[in-house]
């Protein structure tokens, strides 16, 4: 996590509410105006996994600025810099407010009504009553549909609009005051392109293999836990500017099992071939075939977590395993370190937990937790 010296300077009015940093409570100022903010983090400290709680003040200055906010969430590497990108969405949503309140003149409807004519009323998917945000339709050239919101103000087309697109990367458009929609529909429709091998890339992952986590994935989305076999998976983090290149990987189970999987890793990465998809060149590296989602169902893969017996907890599914060949029984890494917490047997060395597991206590082990993750080894 960033340091909270760094948080103070940026957000002096909100503060920690526990020990651990995972809970904050107070203030977001922006323009002399202070909003109501809670901030709960979850156990590894992953953004992405954040709930965010606003006043109806906040609320109302945010309303349509929801899906902006969640991909700062999705790719902000910390409190620090993801509070940074919400007074900057404050401040673009207050100023636009302001702008609302003075009616645009004439010449901004001609100039709007002129600029879909020549775009193609076909293109277009929503308009709102007061002509300031619209959504248009786009399809890559396989065949997939994305949709772009504008935001525009009074001064269009002197001022570009805001743009909302579901994209893995920043969308920056070019823009002069004699542009129209058409240029901005033009570089949408470019950069869809640009991203096509990367969307092909998860598209595969998605319709032949059983995807853990996330659930529900969105075309921003870049990462994907992916089934190996009970209890054990990998978690693949994807350049979307080099689908084909090899990903971050990182397995998750127990260490009987994982660790021949990094061993084939580092053999065999010589042997990566971007030139072939990516799906198929993890077969080939790691030497085995992901269980097929038309033999096998989801639920052989979700086993529920042996603390709190259910499968997803705040979003989260159980990521950390026991160690041990006889047992392999799978935990929330929350639950696994509150548990441990917990224990009066439990020793704790700095970022080490000493305890047992839950299910096989006969057998020793030691849980490290370290920058929000827990580690199951066996002590030797």
């Known amino acids: 996590m960033a340091g909270s010296g760094a948080l103070l300077r940026q957000c002096p009015l909100l503060l920690p509410q526990n020990r651990e940093g995972s809970v904050?409570?107070?203030?977001?100022?922006?323009?002399?105006?202070?909003?109501?903010?809670?901030?709960?983090?979850?156990?590894?400290?992953?953004?992405?996994?954040?709930?965010?709680?606003?006043?109806?003040?906040?609320?109302?200055?945010?309303?349509?600025?929801?899906?902006?906010?969640?991909?700062?969430?999705?790719?902000?590497?910390?409190?620090?810099?993801?509070?940074?990108?919400?007074?900057t969405i404050l401040e673009a949503a207050l100023k636009n407010a302001q702008e609302l309140h003075t009616p645009p003149p004439p010449e901004y409807y001609s100039y709007l009504v002129r600029d879909i004519e020549t775009l193609g009323w076909n293109k277009v998917v929503y308009v709102?009553?007061?002509?300031?945000?619209?959504?248009?339709?786009?399809?890559?050239?396989?065949?997939?549909?994305?949709?772009?919101?504008?935001?525009?103000?009074?001064?269009?087309?002197?001022?570009?609009?805001?743009?909302?697109?579901?994209?893995?990367?920043?969308?920056?458009?070019?823009?002069?005051?004699?542009?129209?929609?058409?240029d901005i529909y033009n570089q949408f429709l470019a950069a869809l392109e640009s991203l096509k091998e990367f969307w092909n890339a998860m598209d595969e992952i998605d319709e032949k293999t059983w995807v853990l986590e996330p659930e529900n994935p969105t075309r921003s989305a870049t990462m994907r836990r992916i089934a190996i076999g009970n209890s054990v998976s990998i978690n693949l983090e994807v350049?979307?500017?080099?689908?084909?290149?090899?990903?971050?990987?990182?397995?998750?189970?127990?260490?009987?099992?994982?660790?021949?999987?990094?061993?084939?890793?580092?053999?065999?990465?010589?042997?990566?071939?971007?030139?072939?998809?990516?799906?198929?060149?993890?077969?080939?590296?790691?030497?085995?075939?992901?269980?097929?989602?038309?033999?096998?169902?989801?639920?052989?893969?979700?086993m529920d977590c042996g603390i709190c017996y259910a499968y997803r907890l705040d979003g989260a599914i159980p990521d950390q395993v026991c160690g041990d060949s006889r047992c392999g029984q799978p935990f929330h890494q929350a639950c696994l370190f509150e548990w441990l917490q917990g224990l009066p047997s439990s020793r704790q060395s700095f970022n080490v937990i000493f305890g047992e597991c839950p299910y096989c206590n006969k057998v020793r082990k030691s849980f490290r937790k370290a920058n929000g993750n827990v580690k199951l080894n066996k002590v030797q």
């Open 24 to 87: 904050y409570e107070g203030f977001v100022t922006v323009q002399d105006r202070d909003f109501h903010i809670r901030i709960l983090l979850p156990s590894d400290f992953q953004l992405k996994n954040a709930r965010i709680y606003c006043s109806w003040r906040l609320k109302k200055v945010l309303h349509g600025y929801h899906q902006i906010v969640k991909q700062r969430l999705q790719h902000c590497s910390d409190l620090v810099s993801f509070m940074v990108e919400l007074k």
């Open 239 to 302: 350049d979307p500017r080099h689908p084909t290149m090899l990903p971050e990987c990182y397995f998750l189970g127990a260490d009987h099992v994982v660790n021949p999987l990094r061993t084939k890793l580092n053999n065999n990465m010589h042997l990566w071939d971007p030139d072939i998809t990516l799906l198929q060149n993890l077969k080939e590296v790691l030497e085995t075939d992901f269980p097929s989602r038309a033999v096998l169902e989801k639920t052989d893969f979700t």
């Open 128 to 182: 709102g009553t007061g002509l300031n945000t619209i959504k248009l339709k786009g399809e890559d050239s396989c065949g997939r549909q994305h949709l772009i919101t504008l935001k525009l103000n009074a001064k269009y087309p002197a001022e570009p609009p805001d743009c909302c697109v579901d994209f893995p990367v920043e969308f920056a458009i070019s823009w002069i005051p004699q542009s129209s929609l058409v």
